[in-house]
């Protein structure tokens, strides 16, 4: 079978989340002797790669960039530029791949992907890994399944938002921020209709139910693809890691109530932050404090994994209805408990035996880390005991189920 897989960005570039899924999906797939060939525009690597025999081809684009850690974000991608641009080149590279089907693994590429299929007229599936396409800041998605209306989005929304995310409040930033919400706000329904009318999958029955509880039809439940190298460091040390976004939505500002308290009932214990945002302010403050507090930033993902490896736990206490949660996974696949929020879409599956669910509230979360520390070798050794299971349903069945669909959708 031959696939295109239509990214907006790729490897070298902002090695996040949805493109390690992208790659792992895509190695999975030409090893079972599949075509796969990855679209995405060129930021500044090479124009054409083969990487573990899947083809890259990135198209010419406008936006160079030498910093191979940063992309632009979604004020970028959804300006009728990149979407007219990225058409364009679309049409010409599909039209010459020939693929069978046409898999969108990133949401910014639908509407290109959608105008330049206008005249290729192949079947498309998309994979959407967050809720961008209902709410652009997803605050009400914390409370409800449905996403708020108009006099919602400014009286709660974007207050909560504002409040919490802009520091440097003033009339200008105000201003900045209200015309930003419009176009949040248009971008959004934007791409929410041009993503009804194609078969969407996506990471989790709790994504699944808030899709359809906004409108979509056709939804599918396919976890994201992962590869499993090993059960992790054999010697662990006394570690706490958070990896993720330093955001309220992430749970950062629990992890940060709790920080003088867990640390005093565990003073032998070192908890690490990896990643960055404007918590991190906050953050450097405590730091100066608790000696037992690191800050790494941003850093590549192999040192992730392996920080994770050696860790004894790993948060990842999100407040919002994470779609998936890519890190518990990756610390689980590492033989390392996890700590993640009630609503996280890996709960019902995995985490109830590898791991504690915790409230959105600081005492909660304690409680579940001093739970995971009191027990942390029987934690691991049922992560030990349910490996080949934990690797076969996120490994081998994730490529089972998409090539289900793709001959589904194919016919």
Same mark, same amino acid.
């Given at each position: 079978?031959?696939?295109?897989?239509?990214?907006?960005?790729?490897?070298?570039?902002?090695?996040?989340?949805?493109?390690?899924?992208?790659?792992?999906?895509?190695?999975?797939?030409?090893?079972?002797?599949?075509?796969?060939?990855?679209?995405?525009?060129?930021?500044?690597?090479?124009?054409?790669?083969?990487?573990?025999?899947?083809?890259?081809?990135?198209y010419?684009?406008?936006?160079?960039?030498?910093?191979?850690e940063?992309?632009?974000?979604?004020?970028?991608?959804?300006?009728?530029?990149?979407?007219?641009?990225s058409?364009?080149?679309?049409?010409?590279?599909?039209?010459?791949?020939?693929?069978?089907?046409?898999?969108?693994?990133?949401?910014?590429?639908?509407?290109?992907v959608?105008?330049?299929?206008?005249?290729l007229?192949?079947?498309?599936?998309?994979?959407?890994?967050?809720?961008?396409?209902i709410?652009?800041?997803?605050?009400?998605?914390?409370?409800?399944?449905?996403?708020?209306?108009?006099?919602e989005?400014?009286?709660?929304?974007?207050?909560?938002?504002?409040?919490?995310?802009? /520091?440097? =409040?003033?009339?200008?930033?105000?201003? @900045?921020?209200?015309?930003? !919400? #419009? &176009?949040?706000?248009?971008?959004?329904?934007?791409?929410?209709?041009f993503?009804?009318?194609?078969?969407?999958?996506?990471?989790?029955?709790?994504?699944?139910?808030?899709?359809?509880?906004?409108?979509?039809?056709?939804?599918?439940?396919?976890?994201?693809?992962?590869?499993?190298?090993?059960?992790?460091?054999?010697?662990?040390?006394?570690?706490?890691?958070?990896?993720?976004?330093?955001?309220p939505?992430?749970?950062?500002?629990?992890?940060?109530?709790?920080?003088?308290?867990?640390?005093?009932?565990?003073?032998?214990f070192?908890?690490?932050?990896?990643?960055?945002?404007f918590?991190?302010?906050?953050l450097?403050?405590?730091?100066?404090?608790?000696?037992?507090?690191?800050?790494?930033?941003?850093?590549?993902?192999?040192? /992730?994994? =392996?920080?994770?490896?050696?860790?004894? @736990?790993?948060?990842?206490? !999100? #407040? &919002?209805?994470?779609?998936?949660?890519?890190?518990?996974?990756?610390?689980?696949?590492?033989?390392?408990?996890?700590?993640?929020?009630?609503?996280?879409?890996?709960?019902?599956?995995?985490?109830?035996?590898?791991?504690?669910?915790?409230?959105?509230?600081?005492?909660?979360?304690?409680?579940?880390?001093?739970?995971?520390i009191?027990?942390?070798?029987?934690?691991?050794?049922?992560?030990?005991?349910?490996?080949?299971?934990?690797?076969?349903?996120?490994?081998?069945?994730?490529?089972?189920?998409?090539?289900?669909v793709?001959?589904?959708?194919?016919?």
């Amino acid at each position: 079978m031959k696939i295109a897989f239509v990214i907006e960005y790729f490897f070298p570039f902002d090695k996040g989340g949805s493109q390690w899924s992208t790659y792992y999906l895509a190695k999975q797939l030409v090893e079972k002797g599949h075509d796969i060939t990855i679209l995405t525009p060129n930021f500044g690597s090479k124009e054409f790669e083969i990487v573990h025999g899947i083809k890259i081809l990135r198209y010419p684009f406008y936006k160079k960039t030498k910093n191979f850690e940063y992309v632009p974000g979604h004020f970028f991608f959804t300006n009728p530029l990149f979407m007219i641009w990225s058409a364009f080149f679309l049409f010409f590279y599909i039209k010459k791949e020939k693929p069978q089907i046409i898999h969108i693994q990133g949401k910014y590429s639908i509407p290109p992907v959608w105008f330049a299929n206008l005249f290729l007229g192949l079947p498309i599936i998309t994979t959407i890994r967050d809720y961008l396409v209902i709410c652009n800041y997803g605050i009400c998605l914390m409370k409800k399944s449905k996403s708020c209306s108009l006099i919602e989005y400014y009286t709660s929304d974007f207050k909560s938002y504002y409040e919490q995310y802009v /520091l440097n =409040r003033n009339v200008v930033s105000y201003l @900045i921020n209200i015309l930003m !919400s #419009i &176009w949040g706000r248009i971008s959004t329904k934007l791409l929410k209709s041009f993503s009804k009318g194609l078969r969407v999958i996506v990471l989790s029955e709790i994504q699944k139910e808030i899709f359809l509880e906004n409108g979509f039809k056709k939804v599918d439940v396919i976890y994201n693809s992962f590869e499993f190298s090993n059960k992790g460091a054999s010697k662990k040390e006394n570690i706490i890691t958070y990896a993720g976004r330093l955001t309220p939505g992430k749970g950062v500002n629990l992890i940060l109530d709790t920080i003088p308290y867990l640390l005093k009932l565990h003073p032998a214990f070192t908890l690490i932050f990896a990643g960055d945002g404007f918590l991190r302010k906050k953050l450097v403050t405590l730091s100066r404090k608790y000696k037992q507090i690191k800050i790494l930033g941003n850093i590549a993902h192999g040192e /992730l994994i =392996r920080l994770m490896a050696k860790s004894k @736990i790993v948060l990842s206490p !999100s #407040i &919002w209805p994470e779609p998936f949660g890519r890190i518990a996974l990756e610390a689980i696949a590492n033989n390392t408990p996890v700590v993640i929020g009630i609503r996280s879409g890996l709960l019902q599956e995995i985490v109830p035996r590898f791991g504690v669910a915790c409230e959105p509230n600081s005492q909660s979360l304690l409680s579940s880390i001093n739970k995971i520390i009191s027990k942390n070798d029987q934690y691991r050794k049922q992560i030990g005991k349910d490996y080949s299971k934990i690797k076969k349903k996120f490994g081998i069945e994730v490529t089972e189920k998409y090539l289900q669909v793709y001959k589904e959708t194919l016919g």
